[in-house]
């Protein structure tokens, strides 16, 4: 296959160029200072030189608080620009494959959500992610939107924002005391399994939808931290606090895990236990 790649540089987009390349595949990645995904012009220009298969964007806005006053920003990136990828797919008979959030749901029940349960965002992030699916599922028959959680990969080693491993590992380095909110449950996901999951879903053809490829297991934010600390074996200054008590801009759903079923009736094996994962990046 031949793969047009977006948002390159990125964590997620760092380790499916890496998957799909080590099984065989021509990725054209492309960063977002030579493609902007939101330029129809642009993208038209690319896909007509590239001539893909396949069109995988990891490109994103995940900046969730920061969100709620760059809401323009939040879905001209999240939202309008999977519109001009799914439109140009669409005409071109080009698969594509688009990555959302479990923040879509709102958190209000106990058990894990499947993909045909009702999408409730709470923040203006997860509003223009549920954006970005819906005109995806609009135009582009030939789609995967593929919805992840807390994503790690090591490429976030080097990005400007890094992900939540980073962010408590450069903290506890500097000897600041950590509030953690631990009433939000979640499934912190590999970029190495999401990309595999991604490779398989074109490999085999699986049919077309929406799809949840998140981490086995559940635990907080609190958990999480715990955990890194733990097997980096850092001592670190750490008190779990509700997330009213921490009183982020953004609100985040309570409970946001994902059923993969779907993800494995079509044959894909599921994102490891997250800890598992966790265990190895810590190891890189």
Excluded at 23 to 33: I, L
Excluded at 202 to 213: F, N, T
Aim: aromatic share 8%.
């Amino acid at each position: 296959m031949r793969i047009l790649l977006t948002g390159a540089g990125g964590q997620l987009a760092s380790d499916l160029a890496e998957t799909f390349r080590a099984a065989g595949h021509d990725v054209a990645a492309r960063p977002r200072v030579e493609l902007d995904v939101a330029d129809v012009a642009a993208v038209g220009a690319v896909l007509d030189e590239v001539s893909p298969d396949a069109i995988v964007n990891p490109a994103a806005y995940n900046r969730v608080d920061d969100a709620e006053k760059e809401i323009a920003h939040a879905f001209a990136v999240n939202a309008f620009a999977p519109r001009v990828l799914a439109q140009a797919a669409a005409t071109r008979g080009i698969t594509l494959v688009h990555y959302s959030t479990d923040y879509v749901v709102d958190g209000s029940r106990r058990v894990p959500y499947m993909e045909d349960d009702a999408a409730l965002p709470l923040s203006a992030y997860a509003a223009s992610k549920l954006a970005g699916e819906n005109f995806v599922r609009a135009p582009a028959a030939r789609h995967y939107v593929v919805r992840v959680c807390g994503l790690f990969g090591l490429a976030g080693r080097q990005t400007r924002h890094g992900n939540f491993v980073e962010t408590m590992l450069r903290a506890a380095a500097s000897g600041r005391a950590l509030r953690v909110v631990t009433d939000q449950i979640v499934a912190p996901t590999s970029t190495r399994d999401v990309a595999a999951a991604t490779l398989a879903l074109l490999e085999k053809d699986a049919p077309y939808g929406l799809y949840h490829c998140t981490a086995a297991g559940e635990t907080s934010w609190y958990g999480y931290a715990c955990a890194i600390f733990e097997l980096a074996g850092i001592e670190a200054g750490l008190s779990p606090v509700s997330a009213a008590e921490y009183g982020a801009p953004a609100r985040r759903p309570p409970y946001s895990i994902l059923d993969n079923r779907k993800l494995e009736a079509a044959g894909i094996t599921r994102p490891r236990h997250w800890r598992d994962a966790l265990a190895e990046y810590l190891s890189l």
